[in-house]
């Protein structure tokens, strides 16, 4: 029985080593899968965006670290909000369409 318990730990904590890390490739990096790259592209404006989370109701209210805050109305913010926007349009347009 110890050995069938020391085997499943060292599986479970083989993948979530690896779960761990296609989630940081998916952050930082090219996604393998356009989905993906959705999901990271809205999941970056919504952290950066707490009135939208509010507005959609994205998360339950127990989880309520969002709706005291505003949005970042800035000159600056406009402009670090363009430039990602770019850099996300630019990774998008290097996948290919197939």
Same mark, same amino acid.
Request: hydrophobic share 45%.
């Given at each position: ?47 950066? /965006? ?13 989880? =309520? ?5 505003? /949005? =970042? ?9 363009? =430039?990602?926007?770019?850099? /996300? ?6 996948? =290919?369409?197939?």
């Amino acid at each position: 029985m110890k050995r069938v318990a020391k085997w499943m730990f060292g599986v479970s904590t083989f993948l979530l080593v690896l779960l761990s890390l296609v989630m940081l490739h998916t952050w930082y990096f090219k996604p393998v899968s356009v989905n993906w790259f959705y999901t990271r592209v809205f999941a970056a404006f919504a952290i950066k /965006n707490p009135e939208m989370i509010s507005t959609l109701r994205m998360l339950p209210g127990w989880l =309520d670290f969002y709706s005291a805050k505003l /949005n =970042d109305a800035s000159p600056q913010e406009e402009q670090r909000t363009f =430039d990602t926007l770019s850099r /996300n349009l630019a990774d998008l347009k290097s996948y =290919d369409r197939t």
